[in-house]
């Protein structure tokens, strides 16, 4: 490996470590309690995005699942062939989209306050069409992605999944979500080996 490869593998982690700590001080909290108190009540969850932002909420949904709370993720290919038909009034449909405007995710912001589904925008841009038509928006800060050509989705993928993380800590508190209850859905690996001993 070239010294220059090294040198910018370590810059990457500081970047994006840098990139996480940066949420405390724009954290919109009024926004964030928004989001949670909706996430801990809806009757289901629905999370959907495009590319690198897309594994995000994948995975967020799956966290979700694990805390018991009624989730799935929406790929926006499918939902443009049917797949919204899983939206109802009343459920929260998180949308995830640095630049608040991918084409793919347009048609379903539209069906999505056709139905009154409560939208929730995880976007740096807001004043896109998807931070306009949302009923809450959680604004990203991404000063740079980490690698050399500041073009991957790297720290602003990192950031939303840590967003996503610190909405999953606090969902758990205010559903006084236990161990037992996580044990009981676990069974599997070594962690449900732990859990159900």
Not at 26 to 52: M, R
Not at 93 to 111: D, F, Y
Request: with cysteine; aromatic share 4%; charged share 20%.
């Amino acid at each position: 490996m070239k010294d220059n490869s090294l040198k910018l593998a370590k810059e990457s982690i500081v970047i994006e470590s840098k990139a996480i700590s940066d949420i405390i001080e724009y954290l919109d909290v009024e926004s964030f309690s928004k989001v949670v108190d909706v996430l801990s009540t809806c009757p289901k969850i629905i999370t959907c995005a495009s590319g690198s932002s897309g594994i995000a909420a994948k995975k967020f949904a799956h966290s979700l699942c694990c805390i018991e709370r009624n989730a799935q993720f929406l790929s926006p290919a499918e939902a443009l062939h049917g797949g919204m038909g899983c939206i109802k009034k009343g459920d929260a449909v998180v949308m995830v989209s640095r630049g608040g405007k991918t084409a793919e995710l347009l048609p379903i912001i539209e069906v999505c306050n056709k139905k009154k589904a409560i939208l929730i925008a995880i976007t740096e841009n807001i004043n896109s069409p998807l931070a306009q038509k949302a009923q809450v928006v959680v604004p990203l800060k991404i000063e740079r992605e980490s690698d050399k050509l500041n073009i991957m989705a790297t720290s602003s993928f990192i950031v939303s999944v840590a967003l996503f993380d610190a909405m999953l800590t606090a969902i758990m508190e205010e559903t006084d979500y236990q161990l037992e209850q996580f044990a009981l859905i676990h069974p599997g690996g070594a962690v449900g080996s732990q859990l159900n001993k």
